[in-house]
């Protein structure tokens, strides 16, 4: 079992900058990546970056970039020249070893024109 913890969203203007954070407990050492998906209203949820644990490998989806600190536990996507339609709710993900998914609860980001 893994608990993930989401914080750092809220309102932010066109051309501004967040940082999320997830913050991890329970069998992290079974993490194989953490990464990040948003929703936005009557849309599909969308990877927008995954990062591995040991941070050899991630994706990253135009403007933001994804780190990971291992001695916190804690995954971090820094957006920056956010744009309106970045407006969503972004969920913190972890994949174990064993392929199974873990969800955050979610955290609104929303972009003012």
């Known amino acids: 079992q893994v608990q993930l913890v989401e914080s750092g969203g809220g309102l932010v203007q066109a051309g501004g900058s967040l940082r999320l954070s997830c913050a991890a407990s329970?069998?992290?050492?079974?993490?194989?990546?953490m990464g990040w998906y948003r929703q936005a209203p009557g849309k599909q949820r969308e990877l927008v970056a995954t990062?591995?644990?040991?941070g050899s490998s991630h994706y990253v989806k135009g403007r933001f970039t994804i780190s990971i600190d291992n001695a916190k536990n804690t995954v971090y996507l820094q957006m920056s020249s956010l744009k309106p339609e970045d407006t969503a709710v972004y969920y913190c993900?972890?994949?174990?070893?064993?392929?199974?998914?873990?969800w955050g609860q979610g955290t609104q980001v929303t972009v003012s024109s």
């Open positions: 993900h972890a994949r174990l070893r064993s392929w199974d998914d873990y």
């Open positions: 329970g069998s992290i050492f079974s993490i194989n990546s």
């Open positions: 990062i591995t644990r040991d």
